[in-house]
Every structure is written in C-alpha cells, then in structure tokens.
C-alpha cells in the first residue's frame, strides 16, 4: 500500500536557522504531495502541495519541490522564526481521495 | 470564511458510553472525510463521503464505529460502547471534490476514562 515516510523529530533550532525536513512517498503512479502544519491547540492547515514531477510549493517562506525519480517532498526554509513552531505532516494522495500522513515532525524554534 | 467547524472541542466520557461528534463542513463543499489522530497510530483516515455515493468506510476500526452525512452537509462519526483505545483527536476535512485539497477542523479531543 500507500506510505509517507518522513524525518522523525523533533528538530530544534534558533530564530533564522535553515529548516530541511525530509519526506519520501511510496505509492503506485505519481501521486499529489502535500504539507500540512499543525499550531499548537489548532487544527491541520494545508502549508503547500505539489500535483506532479517538479512542482514546487511554497508558502510563508517555506518551499518543497516534488522529485519524480525519488518521489521526495523536502520541506524546506531558508530562516525560520519563532511562530514557526508547531508540527509539520506530510502527506500524499495517489488516484483516490485518501491522504496518507507520515508520522509527523514537531518543531521547535527558539529566539 | 468560515472553515471547517467541529463540536465539541473536548470530550470526556466513561468507557462503554456512546459519543457523537459533529462536523460541519465549508459551504459547497461536497467531500466530507474523518480522521482519527492518536500517539501510537499518527493520522489515520476513517471514512469518505461524497455528494450522495455510498461512502467509504473501509478506515473505520470497528462495528462500534458508524457516521452519517444528512443532506450532504453536517456529519455525525458515533462511537458506541467506548473503549480507553478510542482516545485520540478526531478529525474532519472537507474539499470542493475529491481531488481537491482537503481543509481540516480543529479536531474533538475525546478521552475515555
């Protein structure tokens, strides 16, 4: 079936470090990538998506690029900030509705 | 606007109580899904609703565990005869279609005591 697999936490960095947090997907075909970010106390927010090879995503200063040959979606940016922290999913929908979510990677940001 | 809106917040009840939790999605929307967010499991889909197909309950864990869409809008997830196991956030989502993006709520905490 259907896996995410992503880099396990937490991370811990200070205020305008370089964020990479790795995430692979195993799936038959291409399938649609996703980051999802959790605040604390909130629900998921959708952060970026990537629908096929070489897409890349971005939003809020942060980036991931969907790699065909690997079926990797790093996360990545390039300064975090302290409201920055919170947990990160990645997630992956192959050719029906389901989303299957990596374990996800809490981090931690500090000033 | 308003995004996916679910009550309660937090439950806490006895084990073996049944609990209903609700799901109201955004407007328009006609894909309704549940999820369950739990320690041990991580994020696991429940169940699919779409427009007036017959839904995909192949996540659901158990017969304890049921949910219906009236109208094509609001959502109910029951779970009947609650075991400490049911403890986790649950969580719904709702896009335009089914290959839309999937908005989520802020999830119920229910805790079985």
């Known amino acids: 079936g259907n896996s995410v697999t992503q880099m396990e936490g937490p991370v811990t960095l200070s205020e305008e470090a370089f964020l990479t947090i790795n995430c692979t997907y195993t799936a038959t075909g291409y399938p649609s990538l996703f980051w999802y970010v959790q605040y604390p106390g909130e629900g998921l927010q959708l952060l970026l998506k990537a629908t096929k090879a070489d897409d890349k995503g971005s939003n809020k200063g942060f980036e991931a690029t969907y790699r065909k040959e690997t079926t990797s979606f790093h996360l990545e940016k390039g300064s975090v900030q302290v409201s920055d922290s919170a947990v990160y999913f990645c997630a992956g929908r192959s050719s029906n509705y389901k989303l299957t979510f990596g374990k996800g990677t809490l981090l931690t940001v500090n000033p | 606007g308003a995004g996916v809106s679910q009550s309660p917040s937090n439950k806490v009840t006895e084990k073996g109580k049944d609990v209903e939790l609700r799901c109201d999605p955004i407007s328009g929307h006609t894909a309704l899904y549940w999820y369950r967010q739990s320690l041990g499991q991580g994020l696991e889909f429940l169940i699919y609703f779409q427009g007036n197909s017959a839904p995909d309950k192949s996540g659901l864990p158990s017969d304890r565990f049921s949910a219906e869409r009236t109208g094509g809008s609001v959502s109910t997830l029951t779970i009947q005869r609650t075991q400490q196991e049911d403890s986790a956030v649950y969580l719904c989502?709702?896009?335009?279609?089914?290959?839309?993006?999937?908005?989520f709520g802020d999830g119920t905490r229910l805790s079985i005591l």
């Open positions: 989502a709702s896009s335009l279609g089914q290959y839309q993006p999937q908005h």
